[in-house]
């Protein structure tokens, strides 16, 4: 698509013009992108709220506009740390010299932007390149048409010839992933994260995929269930568990599950009683996104399952696609709720006989995300630690570790590759440059040919002796 290559030329142009923004210029690039960020605050909750359909603008202010800016301030106060050339060790053998590592612009970079997140999902990514010195496209998703432009005006007001904002369908998309960006970062699914990377290889773009899979979450024998359900709730609920990261699957000790179940529908009702539910509880995205997740709850009754909804929703929440907490026992593990990432406020529970049982389960799975402990248990925190693979940790907490901006986030295998945020967001997006730097002297002549013999070569046998 030629608009697309255009664009991007017109980016790369720019960026040969200044290939190293000093450290000042990246600094007013962040504080203009806060600033125009908070001024268009009441548009873009509103914008927020019209795509979903139902999204109150408490809970895009905590999950999308707070951890952006946080990321913003903190890439502020750090951002003069990351760029300080490093020392690196230099042997005795080529003294008098120094090495150390500068950390390089790449040059234009790509970010494809998900429907769930679709403001800290854009701006995190976006500020990390920003720290980094580089130009950047964005596509955002189709499903968010108002966020978007509100989203434009922000970007392209706060940051002239530094980042476009790119709409357009999947065909878009897939003229985007072809561009020769110096690295391509995706956020989104697994399956099309396949067509990113093979689209990406034609150009040897690097790429860094955010994917998702099925978070699993684990509640040890020993884990007070009463006290946890909250931050169970709050992590499978948190807009309406389209999230990547939300737990998409319960572990529970076989004589607890009865328990576990109680406290949450009772915690559920307690978050989001049938008024707050109806008001301000976030919707699904789209009637596409609802049918999928009614599908699962019906092969899965088909199935033999017992389905348990936290909250009898009305005819016209329906229509607003507004799904409580539901919790499925006894579903097949051949099933669509077993296999699929769930992406929405479902949660199959299994219940196991001992820990054991509970570890193999996770680990017979592709890794993960996310990966939940509900423990006090030392033990078992150093086994799920050592012993499971996933893309980040929570340990008695779900989701919170990707609100931590000196943490990495980053997936493993099917939940992806690379990671950012932070110092890891600044080492992405840039090229750590080996330099090793000689004066006048040059102690490595005795090393070459001529004078080899003479003294090198019994230096080398005295350095490569038994």
Not at 296 to 318: F, H, K
Not at 367 to 377: E, I, T, W
Request: aromatic share 10%; proline share 7%.
């Amino acid at each position: 698509m030629q608009f697309l290559k255009d664009s991007f030329d017109r980016l790369m142009a720019a960026y040969q013009q200044q290939p190293y923004p000093q450290l000042q210029q990246r600094q007013m690039q962040l504080k203009a992108l806060r600033r125009q960020l908070l001024q268009q605050k009441p548009a873009l909750l509103a914008a927020l709220n019209a795509d979903f359909g139902q999204r109150s603008h408490s809970d895009s202010q905590m999950l999308e506009l707070l951890p952006s800016v946080s990321s913003i301030d903190y890439s502020l106060k750090q951002l003069h740390k990351w760029l300080k050339p490093q020392k690196r060790h230099l042997s005795w053998l080529f003294l008098p010299a120094k090495n150390y590592v500068v950390y390089q612009p790449l040059g234009v970079v790509g970010i494809i932007v998900p429907w769930n997140y679709p403001v800290f999902l854009s701006l995190g990514p976006l500020v990390a390149a920003l720290c980094a010195g580089n130009k950047v496209m964005l596509k955002l998703s189709e499903y968010t048409p108002q966020t978007n432009q509100v989203l434009k005006n922000i970007i392209e007001t706060a940051l002239p010839d530094t980042a476009l904002v790119i709409e357009g369908d999947a065909a878009v998309a897939a003229g985007f992933s072809q561009l020769p960006f110096q690295h391509l970062l995706y956020t989104g699914s697994t399956a099309v994260g396949y067509q990113v990377m093979r689209a990406a290889s034609a150009n040897l773009t690097p790429v860094t995929l955010e994917l998702g899979g099925k978070s699993p979450l684990i509640l040890a024998p020993d884990a007070d269930i009463s006290q946890m359900a909250e931050r169970i709730v709050f992590g499978k609920t948190a807009n309406a568990g389209q999230t990547c990261v939300a737990p998409d699957y319960l572990l529970v000790p076989e004589d607890k599950l009865k328990q576990c179940v109680s406290a949450l529908q009772a915690e559920f009702l307690r978050f989001y009683p049938p008024a707050q539910f109806a008001h301000s509880y976030p919707a699904i995205i789209n009637e596409r996104h609802y049918q999928r997740l009614q599908h699962y709850l019906t092969e899965a009754r088909a199935a033999g399952a017992d389905i348990i909804s936290c909250l009898d929703v009305t005819p016209q929440q329906q229509q607003q696609r507004l799904m409580p907490l539901t919790m499925v026992l006894n579903a097949p593990l051949d099933s669509a709720l077993w296999r699929e990432e769930i992406f929405g406020p479902v949660l199959p529970v299994y219940s196991y006989r001992n820990i054991d049982e509970a570890f193999a389960f996770v680990q017979q799975r592709p890794r993960p995300l996310a990966l939940y402990l509900f423990s006090d248990n030392k033990a078992l925190q150093h086994r799920v630690l050592q012993q499971t693979h996933a893309g980040g940790v929570c340990i008695n907490e779900t989701l919170m570790h990707v609100g931590q901006e000196d943490l990495p986030f980053g997936g493993i295998g099917p939940s992806g590759m690379g990671a950012y945020h932070g110092k890891e967001g600044f080492l992405t997006f840039s090229h750590a440059k080996a330099v090793h730097q000689k004066g006048r002297l040059n102690a490595s002549i005795l090393a070459y040919p001529q004078h080899r013999a003479k003294v090198f070569d019994k230096l080398l046998n005295w350095l490569l002796r038994t």
